[in-house]
């Protein structure tokens, strides 16, 4: 099973301010099969990247996805008070897909 | 306008069964991968398991702590996914989500196993 670890646990930021969100694997994710994913309390998840560096229909482009192998990283250029939030990052190339533990998001 | 739409959750006593609805409008349940997600209270997200669309076999998968007990299932004529869930245990209690692939989430169910 490929675990997935996020950093940091909590991010504090204001903003206007650049997030840096960290996936790391414990192995090569298959063919950069690579998603992230952001959830606001009591809400479902909303998908923001796939495939590593895609964006989701109707994703802003204030977020981009880059990396590959086993360091994967989401980048929020310039945040807007609706993306605190909390971010997973999900492997889906090999079974059983796994999801990193979060990254929280705080102002 | 894609939507999904849970039902079937509430509370259960230890070794009991539920069976879990996801009702899909807007695309075609059997030409997509669907998958079960769940989340423990306060908790983070638990990938549980998923279904490949029929033209790629519609074979399923599951998570280690689910597989024997889970069973994803479809019924093409009605588009709607469901999650068969039985002998559950109280690490079971969780708000379950259906979700496309990579795509539209359900807005959750939630299941308590307790006595």
């Known amino acids: 099973e490929i675990v997935l670890t996020q950093s940091p646990g909590t991010l504090s930021l204001s903003p206007g301010e650049r997030a840096t969100l960290s996936c790391r694997a414990s192995?090569?994710?298959?063919?950069?099969?690579l998603a992230w994913y952001q959830q606001k309390p009591g809400q479902a998840p909303r998908l923001l990247i796939y495939?590593?560096?895609s964006r989701a229909t109707g994703i802003p482009d204030r977020f981009s996805g880059s990396g590959s192998g086993t360091d994967f990283t989401l980048t929020i250029s310039r945040l807007e008070p609706e993306d605190f939030a909390v971010y997973y990052c999900q492997q889906y190339g090999s079974s059983p897909w796994t999801f990193g533990q979060g990254t929280k998001v705080e102002i | 306008e894609v939507q999904l739409v849970e039902s079937g959750g509430g509370l259960v006593k230890p070794g009991g069964s539920l069976r879990l609805s996801c009702a899909a409008s807007?695309?075609?349940?059997?030409?997509?991968?669907m998958t079960w997600v769940r989340q423990a209270p306060g908790k983070g997200l638990e990938w549980v398991g998923r279904i490949k669309r029929k033209s790629d076999g519609g074979t399923t998968d599951y998570a280690a702590p689910v597989k024997g007990r889970f069973t994803i299932s479809r019924d093409d004529s009605k588009n709607t996914l469901y999650l068969q869930m039985n002998s559950l245990k109280t690490e079971d209690t969780a708000v379950y989500y259906c979700?496309?692939?990579?795509?539209?989430w359900g807005q959750g169910t939630l299941v308590t196993v307790s006595s």
């Open positions: 807007g695309f075609t349940v059997s030409n997509t991968w």
């Open positions: 979700s496309e692939t990579l795509g539209h």
């Open positions: 192995q090569s994710v298959s063919s950069n099969s």
């Open positions: 495939a590593a560096s």
